[in-house]
C-alpha cells in the first residue's frame, strides 16, 4: 500500500524533528577531563611532525605509527619520527598525504593528492593514471581481506593489488567518504547514501539515509558483528548528527549527536575502542564518547582554541591517537592507576598512611587533616580539627570494629566515636635520659593495630602499647622487644600479633609474662632486620618487608626474596595482597605486582627469577614512589577488592580486577644496518643489497670491520622504559640485556655466516621473546678461504718434500764423495808404495825373459811359454817348473801383478801367474766363474805354499773393487765387468 506524499512528508518532518529534540535533550552537562581519566601527551613540528595538521592515521603490522600531513609522511616509533617528504626521497612524487591503509601483504598504501604511493618497506612505487588507479587525489582508502585495498578518488572506486597488473573498477559513484569491510567481504561505502557491495554477485546497492530525500549524507561507516554497520551521518543546515544502525536492508537504531560545530569541510570519523565506547568528534568542544547509551563529552586534549579532531585510531595497546587541526598530535592513554590528589579535593598531597573504612572506601592520614574517600575515589570529606585539636602532621589513621576511629599525631593519639573526642598523651618517664623533653619519642604514633580481643596496638619510637580497657602495658627491648623503635604491626589470623622493628627484627608476642616476645633476626635468615611492613597472605604465610628483601615466613621457615630474585627493588615499603593471589609490594620507585606463586618456585628452586610487572608514571602514579617506613600501614585492600596506595602526591587507587592480564608485548624491528658508514638495511640503504626487509645480506670481503645494528621496540606506553636483549648467533651463545639501548656495535668479526637476534620488553616486564632477526653473511678475502688454504698446505706439502728429496740427495752425494775422497787416500798412501815395487819385479821379469818369443795360445801377446801352453820347446831349463802362466810382458802386466805372500826373487820364478791369483781369491770369495778353464790347458803350475797370515793386498784391494764403480761413476751404474777387470780366462 502506497503512502500519500503528504503523509510521507509529515513523517520525515516529524522524525527529523524527533532527532533534534532528541540531540538538545542529550547534550550532555559535565565534561570529563582527559587527564583524570588518561595520561595525555602531545607532539607537534618542534618533536618531529612535518606539520600541525594531522589529517590521516594508521598503525601498520610492524608496531609503527603512520602520520599524515600536507607536508609529509612521518612514521613514529615512540621515541623518534622518520621524515618521509619529497625533498628527503626522490620517489616520492608528492607531500600532500591524505588516506593510508595496510594490505595483507604488509605494504603501506597511501593516498595523495596527486594519486597513489605503495611503500613495500624500502621505496615508494608510484601508482599512475596510466596504471588504471584512477586520476585525482585520494579521497579514502581501505584494506581489502581479498588482498590489496580499495581506492577512493575523484571518478570513482577501485580494487588493487601489488600482484594484479592493473585494478578492478568497481562503481562510478562519488564521491564515497569513506570505506570499510565487513563480515564476509561485504564493502560499505559512505557517500551521499550508504552503499553496499556483495562480494559474490560484484554488485553495488545504493540505501539512502535514514528516510529518502531526508537531507542527510552518510560520512561514516563503522563496521559491526553479524553483517551490521553503524553509520556516521549529518545533514546541513542546523548541523545535525547522529549515528545510525544499519542491518540487512533496513535502518535500526538511531543514536542523535549533540551537535557541535561539525562541519563536511572537515573530516568525520567514527572510532570504538575495546571497552566497546564509540568515539566521534565534537567540533572545537572536543570528543565524544558513548558509554552505556549516553554521551560523555572529553574535554579536548589540545591547548589551542578553535581546534579540531581531524582523525583518529585506537593502537593495539589500548591508546586512542588523535590528530587534530592545529595543535600536532595527541595521545590518550588509560590510566590503570587512578590517583587521587589535593586537585581531587584531598586534604594534602603527603598521605602517610590509609585504613579500610568500614563503610566503604578508606580514611586517609595527610600532613592537613583526615580525608574520607569513597569506594570510587572521590573525597566525601576533610577533617582539618576535631574537637578543638587540629589535625596537622596526622601520621597514621585507624578504625576499630567498635567504629572507634584512632588518629595518631607527632605528640599524642586522638579516639573519636559517637561525636566525642579522647586526647591520649604519655608523659615524659622521669628517669628518661635529655634529649627528648617534648615526649615526642613516646608519643609520636608510628602504628595502630586494632586486634580481635578489643585491644589496642600502639607503635611508637620508644616501645610498644598495649591497651586493654584500662590498662596500658608498655613494652621495651628490656621485655624481649627487639628493638623499642616500633614500625609495623599485624595480627594473624591464629591470633599472634608480629611487631616490626627498626634494626631490631621481627618479634612474636607469645602472651608469657617471662618471656613476652621472641624474635627473629638476620641471624635466623632474614634479609635484614630493619622490617617496615607486615601483611598475613590468604594462605596463612607472613610477609615481612624490610630494607634489604621480602622475606615469607611460613611452617616455621624463611624464604628470602631480592632483586637478585627478580625484584625491581630490595625496600619493601608496604605489602598488600588482590583477589587474584598477587602482592602488590610498594617501594622507594615505584609500586610492582609479583604472584605468590613465583615467589614459592623461586623458594622451591624451580625457577630462578620471579616476574614482576611494575606500575610509574607511565600507568597513572603521579610520581613512582610509594610512602611507608615512618607510618603504617601505607596500603590497603577494602572489601570491593581495590588497593589503595599511600604516596608522597597522593593516593593511588588499583582496581586489579580491571586490569588487562593480556598485554601486548611490544614489536621489535631492525630498522638499520650499517657497514663501514655504508646502509645496508633502513630507509637509505645501498639498492641491490638483499632482497627485501627480511632478505639475508652478503658483505664483501673487507666492508664489515665496523658493524652497526640499530633497532627499535615499538610501544606507546613508556616508550624511554623499553629493555631489550641482543644476541649475535654463529658469534655467541649467550645474550646480552643492552637496557634501554637501540643500538650494537660490532668490531673485527671474522668471515662467516651470522644471525643478528633482538627481543624487546615493555614497562610492564612483558617480552616478545620472538623479537627480530637478520642474517647476514661475511665474505672473506682469498686467503681466508679453506680452498686456499688447502691449496696453499698442498704446496707447502710438495715444497717440502722436494726440500727434503734435495736434502737427502745432497747428503748421498756428499757421503759418496767423501767414500771417493777416502778411497783416494787410501790408495794414495798404501798402495804407492806396492805399486812401485811391482813396476820393479815387472822390470825384472822383462829382462829375464826373451821378447822373441812368442805363445801359440796368444799369437798376440809377447808371453813366455809356460807348462800352461804345452809346447815342448819350453825355454826353461828341462826339470825346472815354471811360476806363472802368462805373465804380459807388455806394461800393463806390471800394472796388474801382485807379489804373493812368502816370495823370493832368488827362488825358481818371479811370482805365481795372476790366473792362480785370481782363482785363489774367486774361491775366497765363493763367487762362481761364468767360464770355466780351458781343459785343454795341463796345470802346469807349480804346487802353491801354504797359506800365510801375513798381509795380502789382494784380500785388500778385492772387496773395494764394486765400491770404487760406484764411486767413479754414480750414474751410469755400469755392471762389474770380468773382461775389463780380470787377465783373459777369468769371469770374477
Known sequence: ????????????????????????????????????????????????LADDRVVALLQTHDGYLWIASPYGLVRFDGITFAKFTRGTRADMPADDCRALAEDGDGNLWVGTSEGLLRWDGTRFTNL???????????????????????????????????????????????????????????????????????????????????????GWVAKCVLPMADDEVSVLAVTGGVKEACIASFRGDAWGKVIPIPWGDIFFSRNAWIVRDRQGRVWVPHGSRGLLRLQEGKWQPVGPPWMANEDFALCAMEDREGNLWIGTEQSGLHCLTPKRLVSISSSNGLAHDQVRSVWPALEGGIWAATDKGVSRVNPQGVVLTNWTAIGGCVLEKTKVVAESPGRVLWIGRSLDHLGFA??????????????????????????????????????????????????????????????????????????????????????????????????????????????????????????????????????????????????????????????????????????????????????????????????????????????????????????????????????????????????QEDEVPPAVVIEK?????????????????????????????????????????????????????????????????????????????????????????????????????????????????????????????????????????????????????????????????????????????????????????????????????????????????????CARVSPSSRATCWPRPGFDAGSTGLCPCPRSISTRTRRSSSTSPRRKRSPTLPDTRAPAPAPSRSWSPIRSFRLPLPTMARVWNPRRRRPWSPRRHLPAGETD
Not at 621485655?479 to 589470623?493: C, K
Not at 612483558?766 to 681466508?784: C, K
Not at 821378447?851 to 807348462?867: D, G, M, S, Y
Request: charged letters at 25%; aromatic letters at 8%.
Open 1 to 48: 500500500m502506497s503512502v500519500p506524499r503528504g503523509i510521507s512528508a509529515i513523517v520525515r518532518a516529524f522524525v527529523l524533528g524527533m532527532v533534534c529534540l532528541a540531540s538538545v535533550a542529550a547534550e550532555p552537562k559535565e565534561v570529563v577531563d582527559p587527564r583524570r581519566e588518561y595520561l595525555v601527551r602531545s607532539w607537534s613540528k618542534e618533536h618531529g
Open 673 to 885: 644496518v650499517i657497514a663501514d658508514e655504508t646502509v645496508l638495511r633502513g630507509d637509505e640503504s645501498v639498492p641491490g643489497i638483499g632482497a627485501g626487509q627480511g632478505a639475508p645480506i652478503r658483505i664483501g670481503p673487507g666492508h664489515a670491520r665496523y658493524l652497526e645494528f640499530r633497532y627499535t621496540a615499538n610501544t606507546f606506553v613508556a616508550s624511554e622504559a623499553a629493555r631489550f636483549r641482543v644476541r649475535l648467533e654463529g658469534y655467541e651463545d649467550t645474550w646480552h640485556d643492552v637496557g634501554n639501548r637501540r643500538l650494537v656495535q660490532y668490531v673485527g668479526l671474522p668471515p662467516g655466516r651470522y644471525r643478528f637476534h633482538v627481543t624487546a620488553g615493555n614497562h610492564h616486564d612483558v617480552w616478545n621473546e620472538t623479537g627480530a632477526t637478520l642474517s647476514f653473511e661475511l665474505e672473506p678475502y682469498l686467503y681466508q678461504t679453506v680452498g686456499f688454504w688447502f691449496g696453499t698446505g698442498s704446496l707447502v706439502a710438495v715444497a717440502l718434500a722436494g726440500l727434503a728429496r734435495w736434502r737427502f740427495q745432497t747428503v748421498r752425494r756428499k757421503a759418496r764423495a767423501h767414500e771417493r775422497a777416502l778411497l783416494a787416500r787410501t790408495l794414495h798412501d798404501h798402495l804407492g808404495a806396492d805399486l812401485a815395487s811391482f813396476q820393479s819385479l815387472a822390470e825384472l821379469a822383462r829382462r829375464a825373459i826373451p821378447p822373441a818369443n812368442t805363445c801359440n795360445a796368444c799369437p798376440r801377446r809377447p808371453v813366455v811359454r809356460a807348462a800352461r801352453c804345452g809346447t815342448p820347446s819350453s825355454p826353461w831349463a828341462p826339470g825346472r817348473p815354471p811360476s806363472w802362466d
Open 418 to 659: 559517637n561525636g566525642v573526642v579522647e586526647q591520649h598523651r604519655y608523659p615524659r618517664p622521669p628517669n628518661e635520659l635529655p634529649g627528648d623533653e617534648s615526649g615526642t619519642g613516646f608519643n609520636k604514633v608510628r602504628c595502630f593495630l586494632p586486634a580481635r580481643d578489643g585491644s589496642l596496638w600502639i607503635g611508637v619510637p620508644r616501645g610498644l602499647h598495649r591497651v586493654a580497657g584500662k590498662e596500658d602495658r608498655f613494652y621495651t627491648i628490656a621485655d624481649g622487644l627487639g628493638a623499642d623503635d616500633v614500625r609495623a604491626l599485624v595480627e594473624t589470623r591464629d591470633g599472634t600479633v608480629w611487631v616490626g622493628t627498626a634494626g631490631g627484627g621481627l618479634s612474636r608476642f607469645t602472651r608469657d609474662p617471662a618471656k613476652p616476645f621472641v624474635t627473629l633476626r638476620r641471624a635466623d635468615g632474614l634479609s635484614r632486620d630493619t622490617v617496615w611492613a607486615l601483611h598475613e597472605d590468604s594462605a596463612g604465610a607472613l610477609w615481612a618487608g624490610t630494607d634489604g628483601g621480602l622475606n615469607r615466613i611460613r611452617n616455621g621457615t624463611i624464604a628470602t626474596f631480592d632483586s637478585r630474585q627478580g625484584l625491581p627493588a630490595d625496600g619493601v615499603n608496604v605489602i598488600v595482597e588482590d583477589d587474584f593471589g598477587a602482592l602488590w609490594i610498594g617501594h622507594d620507585r615505584g609500586l610492582y605486582r609479583v604472584k605468590r606463586a613465583d615467589l614459592d618456585a623461586v623458594a622451591l628452586g624451580r625457577t630462578k627469577r620471579a616476574h614482576c610487572v611494575p606500575f610509574g608514571v607511565a600507568d597513572g602514579m603521579v610520581v613512582a614512589e610509594c610512602n611507608g617506613q615512618t607510618a603504617t600501614p601505607a596500603a590497603c585492600r577494602t572489601a570491593d577488592g581495590r588497593l589503595w596506595f599511600a604516596t608522597p602526591k597522593g593516593i593511588v587507587l588499583v582496581d586489579p580486577k580491571s586490569l
Open 128 to 214: 599512475t593514471v596510466e596504471k588504471g588507479w584512477g586520476k585525482g587525489p585520494v579521497i579514502s582508502l581501505a584494506p581489502s581481506a581479498a588482498g590489496g585495498v580499495w581506492v577512493s578518488t575523484s571518478d570513482g572506486v577501485r580494487h588493487g593489488s601489488p600482484h594484479s597488473d592493473r585494478p578492478e573498477g568497481i562503481s562510478d559513484v562519488a564521491p564515497v567518504w569513506m570505506m570499510a569491510e565487513g563480515a564476509g567481504g561485504t564493502l560499505w561505502m559512505a557517500s551521499d547514501n550508504l552503499l553496499r557491495r556483495d562480494p559474490l554477485t560484484k554488485e553495488s546497492r545504493a540505501f539512502p539515509v535514514l528516510e529518502r530525500d531526508s
